[in-house]
């Protein structure tokens, strides 16, 4: 499986736009990226998927280069109620498999 | 709509002790995960179901641990003996269907082991 690396915190203030950054140089042709965000005391949630370019939904937007080498999880206007962990992963859609490997995530922090 | 739900919120036990933690999945999803969180760490994979059928057990620890979905729905996961070392949270989750990354998670089972 792809090994991610990501900052282990960030901090940002309300109204900006923050971009967390996951590295993963061994991604396998079949996999894709997969954002989870977790609220303390509570279950991560799904934020966004994509495969290749460019997906955006109504809570984020994840771009990947051609490479794919990396992404970049973009929240745009910050607001105190994003303050949250942020998980990237990394691997194959439809596996027999079925389980999502979590790093320790980035810890983001915002700031009124 | 209802989510996946987790009873109980919050588990203390003695060392020793057995404890059994309930997961009711979305109606209708095939998946159902188990996974534990450490504190400050993101949550392992535990086990795995598809309906009843219990398809991946690797990440289960011990022998100690122990978990069912005998009709397919609702799981439990036990563990017996409890160790201090047991005290996380355990998070439960479900989706539609096998390999869907898209996953719904409950708001866990906090257990302190004492």
């Known amino acids: 499986l792809a090994k991610t690396t990501q900052p282990i915190s960030m901090d940002s203030y309300e109204g900006q736009e923050v971009n967390i950054t996951c590295s993963h140089n061994n991604i396998a042709t079949n996999d894709y990226i997969t954002w989870y965000q977790q609220f303390p005391s509570q279950g991560p949630r799904f934020i966004i998927q994509?495969?290749?370019t460019k997906v955006t939904n109504e809570v984020a937007s994840l771009f990947i280069p051609a490479d794919r080498k990396s992404s970049t999880l973009s929240l745009p206007r910050v607001s105190l109620s994003d303050t949250a962990v942020y998980y990237c992963?990394?691997?194959?859609?439809?596996?027999?498999?079925?389980?999502?490997?979590f790093g320790r995530g980035t810890q983001l922090t915002v700031w009124p | 709509g209802a989510g996946v739900s987790q009873s109980p919120r919050y588990k203390v036990a003695k060392r020793g002790q057995d404890v059994a933690l309930r997961c009711d999945p979305i109606s209708g999803h095939v998946s159902l995960f188990w996974y534990q969180q450490a504190l400050g760490q993101g949550p392992e994979f535990l086990t795995y179901f598809q309906n009843e059928a219990q398809l991946d057990k690797s990440g289960l620890p011990s022998d100690r641990f122990f978990a069912e979905r005998p009709e397919g729905s609702v799981s439990t996961l036990k563990i017996q003996r409890t160790q201090q070392e047991d005290s996380a949270v355990y998070l439960c989750a479900s989706s539609l269907s096998r390999g869907d990354n898209e996953q719904f998670f409950g708001p866990g089972t906090r257990l302190t082991v004492l």
């Open positions: 992963l990394v691997g194959p859609q439809g596996s027999t498999l079925g389980r999502l490997y």
């Open positions: 994509g495969y290749k």
